[in-house]
């Protein structure tokens, strides 16, 4: 897999914190030559020089999704450095202000909808275009459960995710032809700010690995799906979320919870 990304150029999108920075870090240690996007300059240079210093290779390239000319920008930039794209990684986006849906507003609503999936429109066109000349690229868009299932307080936010399933969808069947790869990763439970040992204990009770994701989760993933190891996957949400959208219930209301599973000791597995 390290060999097939060896020299590419990735594009990571929202990369100063959390996912993105976790995402772009490990195509780095995969040889891939990697463009450290946010709307932050602070931590998009820290996330750079974090990646230079360890050997890898990286530029930072601060630019807002939602604005088609700052987009721009940032992939000219992109192509005066590398000469190309291989692989976008559309993480960027807007989780707050949570609002209920009866104090929320319209400029509440276009402002996440603007960056969450118009921007994941945007830098997708460009770099599709760029793609299709070259013969083959691959596209990875950040979804959500709240694409299939409802966050209380979260209308946009999950108007937006259900939007990003359906365009990869879209996508997968206008690019396919042209040798673009598009695929969404669904992120469940992932622990971005640093979660104390109780919170993370109670988070864990409703997901089935028992435990909320960390950012280096969704690393691997994304990497194989950018590889050559992913070459007829298009077109699919990859799941990353420990198995919190498998249940019917959560674990804490359903018919038989974790607590009364039996223990390996009744079962005769201990030695």
Not at 107 to 135: E, Q
Not at 144 to 167: M, N, P, Q, W
Request: charged share 20%; net charge negative; glycine share 12%.
């Amino acid at each position: 897999m390290s060999t097939s990304l060896q020299g590419r150029t990735v594009i990571v999108t929202g990369a100063g914190r959390g996912i993105g920075r976790a995402i772009a870090e490990r195509f780095a240690g995969v040889g891939a030559n990697v463009v450290v996007n946010d709307i932050d300059a602070e931590t998009a240079d820290e996330v750079v020089a974090g990646i230079n210093a360890s050997g890898g290779t990286a530029m930072s390239a601060i630019a807002d999704v939602s604005d088609g000319t700052q987009v721009n920008t940032m992939f000219d930039a992109v192509l005066e450095a590398h000469g190309t794209v291989d692989v976008l990684v559309n993480n960027a986006g807007l989780v707050s202000p949570m609002l209920h849906f009866l104090e929320a507003d319209e400029a509440w609503w276009r402002r996440i909808i603007d960056v969450n999936l118009t921007g994941h429109f945007l830098t997708s066109h460009r770099a599709a275009r760029i793609m299709a000349g070259n013969g083959g690229g691959v596209i990875l868009h950040m979804s959500s459960g709240g694409a299939t299932r409802a966050h209380r307080a979260f209308a946009a936010y999950d108007a937006s995710k259900g939007g990003i399933e359906a365009l990869t969808r879209a996508m997968a069947l206008d690019l396919g032809p042209y040798g673009i790869r598009v695929c969404a990763l669904v992120p469940g439970s992932i622990d971005c700010e640093g979660m104390d040992e109780e919170a993370r204990r109670l988070r864990g009770e409703n997901i089935p690995l028992g435990r909320p994701g960390d950012p280096d989760d969704m690393a691997g993933p994304a990497v194989f799906l950018a590889s050559d190891d992913a070459c007829y996957v298009t077109g699919i949400t990859l799941r990353v979320d420990g198995g919190m959208l498998a249940q019917q219930r959560s674990a804490t209301v359903d018919i038989m919870p974790p607590s009364d599973f039996p223990s390996l000791d009744s079962l005769g597995l201990l030695d």
